[in-house]
């Protein structure tokens, strides 16, 4: 697609329950980073991934978060145990070879996560 | 560790005014900065960027940001706002020692009153 694309684009869960969370970035962008957007916090840095690994997961809140990204593509954002707190908009974001002057990030438009 | 601030939560100025939304980073070394606004029901997308070079930066839409390596700044500005400027302004910082790690401030909620 022409853009970043991440699905579902709103999900509802109860607590306790476990959401997964997709991205599927441009095509060819090798850099990849998720996001956190709470009502009044800003965006919170979560995790990025440069092809398939992840050089810095300091950002995933707790143990119940992991991330996973394939094939150099799509990724899969895991929440385990679903808390209130995590309610809030997950962005994914990706750049062709990182943060390069001619290499700006590209944002989706975020899954909207409500846990009742 | 690197960090912003963005000291205006919201900003509510009538057309034709001037803007400026500040932005403040931690940190004391080389940075890359950025803009990025995020208009209603719309993504996050670039506003603007400094790399190197000029210190002051233009953008889209008369948007331009200076950077004050003195003052740890890069503050939007815009010198006459339009209603279609009512958005959330994000600043980020990427620092030489971050690898390709992007920091956001809280972000500035902006309305802009016709």
């Known amino acids: 697609g022409a853009g970043v694309s991440q699905s579902p684009s709103n999900k509802v869960t109860e607590k306790g329950k476990d959401v997964e969370l997709r991205c599927d970035p441009i095509s060819g962008h090798t850099a990849l980073y998720w996001y956190r957007q709470s009502l009044g916090q800003g965006l919170e840095f979560l995790i990025y991934?440069?092809?398939?690994?992840?050089?810095?997961k300091s950002g995933l809140p707790s143990d119940r978060f992991s991330a996973e990204r394939t094939g150099g593509s799509v990724s899969t954002l895991t929440i385990q145990r679903t808390q209130q707190e995590d309610s809030a908009v997950y962005l994914c974001?990706?750049?062709?070879?990182?943060?390069?002057?001619?290499?700006?990030?590209?944002f989706g438009n975020g899954t909207r996560l409500t846990v009742t | 560790a690197q960090s912003v601030s963005q000291h205006n939560h919201h900003v509510i100025l009538s057309e034709a005014a001037s803007l400026e939304l500040g932005c403040n980073y931690s940190?004391?070394?080389?940075?890359?900065l950025f803009w990025y606004v995020q208009y209603p029901g719309q993504h996050l997308q670039l506003l603007l960027k400094?790399?190197?070079?000029?210190?002051l930066v233009k953008g889209i839409k008369g948007f331009e940001a200076e950077f004050i390596k003195s003052k740890f700044s890069f503050n939007l500005r815009k010198p006459s706002v339009q209603w279609s400027d009512t958005a959330e302004y994000f600043c980020a910082v990427n620092a030489e020692n971050a690898g390709n790690m992007l920091t956001f401030g809280g972000g500035t909620r902006l309305m802009v009153k016709p």
């Open positions: 400094y790399f190197s070079g000029d210190p």
């Open positions: 974001a990706s750049t062709r070879t990182g943060l390069r002057v001619d290499s700006p990030l590209h």
């Open positions: 940190y004391g070394g080389t940075v890359n």
């Open positions: 991934f440069q092809g398939n690994s992840a050089p810095d």
